[in-house]
């Protein structure tokens, strides 16, 4: 029997952006190892900004769509960390 490893998010700070690839390859993992499985198709990236800071922004992962508004348990947010399209 295999399960599918629904609503997984992965955050990490932008100062570890460059370990994004690794901890998508961490968690692959250890859904092989808890006969979990992934879809790499559903893969999604999202960059918090703030409007105040200037941030230079990488490259989107190869393998991951790039999106400025997600649904994270029901709420939706922009990549600007705003609520308003919940509303």
Known sequence: MVKFAYDTYIIIPAVNANSRQSELINVESWSQV??????????????????????????PQPNAARVSVIKILGITFTNHLSVAEHV
Do not use: C, G
Request: charged letters at 30%; glycine letters at 0%; zero cysteines.
């Open 34 to 59: 808890n006969n979990l499985r992934v879809n790499p198709t559903k893969y999604a990236e999202i960059v918090f900004m703030d409007k105040r800071r200037k941030t230079t922004v990488q490259l």
